[in-house]
C-alpha cells in the first residue's frame, strides 16, 4: 500500500488568514491555562521548578494542537510567548515590589517579544503554510521515526528547553538585591542592542527578499554585508543581555551563564547549518558569500 503524503495543514489550510490567527489565539490561550493550573497545582514548590513543569505542559499542549492542524508552525510564536509570561509569572510570586532593574528587563523582554511575535505573525499565511525548516525535517526523516515523535522532540520540546536554561538568569535579576549599577546599564545597552540588531536585520532580509528583482539572489544588504546571520546574532545578544541583568543582581548565579550557552549552541549547531544548506542549495552565488562574510560576528568586514 502506497503511502499517503503528508499534506500541511489539511482541511484547517483553508481557513481564511484572520480566522487562522483566531485558531492560534485560541490554542495559547488554552495552552497558557494548563500552564497556569499547573503553577498552582505546584503553589508549593520552588517558582523555577513550577514555572518549568508549566513551561513543559504548555508545550505538550501546542504539540497535540499541532498534531490536529497538522502544522508544527503552530509552535513558533511559543519561543517569543512564553519568556514574558514565565517572567511575569516570577515577579508575582515574589512578595518585594517592582524595582527599575525589574522594569527595564520586563520592558526590553516585552519589547522582544512583541517585534518577534509580530515577525512570524508577517511571514505566516495561514495553516497551509509551515516553516520550511520542518518540511525539510520530515523530508530528511523519511519516516525512520514516527513525525509525532521529531515534532515534538526536535521542533518543540528542545526549544522550549534552551529557552527555560535561556530563562533561569532572569531569575535573579527579578530576585536579587544587589543595587542598580554599571552591569545593569551594560545590561539594558547589551539587550537593546541587539534586539535592534535583530529587527534591523528582518527589516532588511524582508525588503531585499519582497523584490522580484532579487529572486534567487543571496541578501547582502546592510547588516547582511558583514553578517550571515545577523538576524540570529540579534537574538543571541539578547540571550546575553538577560544574563547580564542577573549578574547584576545576583553575581553568585553567575553559572546561569549556560542559558545564552545554550542559544549559541543551538544555533551554531542546528538553526545555522540547516540554513547554509539550504542556501547553498538555492542560490548559486552563496558559496561566495560564504567564504567573504563571517557566519555570525562580524570580525572582518563583508565584500568589498
Keep these: 500500500m502506497a503511502e499517503v503524503p503528508y499534506r500541511i495543514g489539511r482541511h484547517w489550510a483553508q481557513l481564511s488568514r484572520p480566522k487562522a490567527f483566531g485558531v492560534v489565539t485560541a490554542a495559547y490561550v488554552l495552552a497558557a491555562l494548563a500552564g497556569w493550573a499547573v503553577v498552582i497545582a505546584l503553589k508549593s514548590w520552588h517558582p523555577i521548578g513550577a514555572l518549568f513543569w508549566a513551561d513543559i505542559v504548555a508545550t505538550v499542549v501546542i504539540f497535540a494542537l499541532s498534531m490536529l492542524l497538522a502544522n508544527s508552525s503552530l509552535y513558533d510564536p511559543y519561543w517569543s510567548l512564553a519568556p514574558p509570561l514565565i517572567a511575569v509569572a516570577w515577579l508575582l510570586s515574589t512578595s ?4 527599575l ?3 527595564c528587563l520586563l520592558v526590553l523582554m516585552t519589547v522582544w517579544a512583541v517585534r518577534l511575535t509580530a515577525n512570524w505573525a508577517i511571514g505566516w499565511t495561514g495553516f497551509g503554510h509551515e516553516d520550511w525548516r520542518y518540511v525539510q525535517i520530515r ?4 519516516g525512520r521515526l514516527p513525525w509525532w515523535l521529531v515534532s515534538f522532540t526536535g521542533i518543540q520540546l528542545v526549544p522550549t528547553l534552551v529557552v527555560f536554561l535561556g530563562m533561569l538568569p532572569v531569575w535573579p535579576a527579578i530576585t ?3 543595587p542598580f549599577g554599571l552591569i545593569d ?7 537593546a542592542g541587539f534586539i535592534g540588531i535583530e529587527a534591523l536585520s528582518d527589516i532588511q532580509l524582508r525588503r531585499f527578499t519582497s523584490d522580484p528583482a532579487n529572486r534567487g539572489k543571496t541578501v547582502d544588504i546592510g ?4 553578517s550571515r546571520h545577523p538576524n540570529y546574532l540579534g537574538e543571541i545578544g539578547f540571550w546575553w543581555g538577560m544574563w547580564l541583568f ?3 543582581a545576583a553575581p553568585n548565579w553567575w553559572w546561569t551563564v549556560i542559558g545564552p550557552l545554550a542559544m549559541v549552541g543551538l544555533f551554531l549547531g542546528v538553526s545555522i547549518p540547516l540554513m547554509e544548506r539550504r542556501s547553498l542549495s538555492r542560490r548559486p552565488a552563496y558559496a561566495a558569500y560564504q567564504k567573504a562574510v563571517p557566519v555570525l560576528v562580524p570580525w572582518r568586514l563583508g565584500r568589498k
Design 246 to 248: 542577573g549578574l547584576a
Design 139 to 142: 523530508n530528511e526523516s523519511g
Design 96 to 99: 518585594d515590589g517592582v524595582a
Design 223 to 226: 547588516l547582511w554585508k558583514h
Design 185 to 191: 546599564i551594560a545590561a539594558i545597552l547589551v539587550t
Design 176 to 178: 536579587g538585591s544587589k
Design 101 to 103: 532593574r525589574q522594569v
